[in-house]
């Protein structure tokens, strides 16, 4: 059995699951059941949605994912919420560590990047950058001052450098890697005219390009790179999306609930669609892996906070913010 915690807003993403002939026993609970439940069966619990959490919420998942820890046979969870980084820590730390040419700033520090063009993101949720590219500190100050009018938190908005191969000239490319338990493995590429490559554009490449990408996910010649990544995040399910610059892979962020791709899909190139499967098949498979054959349930955690969600509604604002 496997339960995905998560925010009600995500829970039609892991349905989608089960769209699959080879999905395995899973089920999907809210953190707003999770903080309530008086048991907790045994299962792996994969705890998704850790950046729509506050801290406080992530300090109650915290403990109730080292309690099934620490249940023995039977019980795993993946994805510790207290530790998992957000979007700003792990760029600044990959940078450290050499695993990232660019840098991330936050713009509450009076940023002075390094490396322009940079743009401007939120830290917290996974929107679309409020920025377009930025070349110059001038421009960088001016949209920053523009987006404290608009009432944007500075201490959550993230200044990041842009550093980024194209795939041809005209065309900006993405690439994926999952980590599902101990399995990593590369996902297909993705192509847009925009810097900003989020909603695939399948008719910039032809057949014999999609070849050559199956080839490069059969290779999966990252892997033990983003082995790296995914260690210093401190995240054991989720998708890392990525770039090239000078051919070596550059880490902009990990999505802590990917999206889980519609097994029939519409787009036109055959070799693209074939790509999708193998990953489809893949992701699916090494889920089922996770899987736990144990029975029973342990108590859930007895803990004043949990007591207090339980027993006052107006603190139990979690799942009803999403």
Known sequence: MIIFIGTNRQRSNIMRLRQH???PKFAFKSYNWLYRTFKLPAATYVFTGIDRLDFNERRLA?????????????FDALNDPAHAKGRYRLLRGLNEQSLNAFNAYLAIDDPRPERFPVFIRRNSISTAPLSGLLHSQSELNEA????????EPLDDLVIIEFRADQFAPGIHQKFSMYKIGDQIFQSFINVGKSWLVKYDDDDLLNEDQYLVDRQLMEQNQ???HFREVFELANVDYGRADFGLYNGQPQTYEINFNPFYLIVKSEVKSAQRRLNEDYVVEKRTRAIAELGSLGNGSIHNISDPEIT???LRPWRNYAPQRY
């Open 308 to 310: 207090a969600f339980r």
């Open 21 to 23: 002939q080879q999905a």
């Open 62 to 74: 915290g403990r109730i994912f080292r309690h099934i820890k620490a249940a023995g046979d039977g």
């Open 144 to 151: 920053i001052e523009e987006l404290s009018k608009r009432a």
């Open 222 to 224: 990252f892997a033990e």
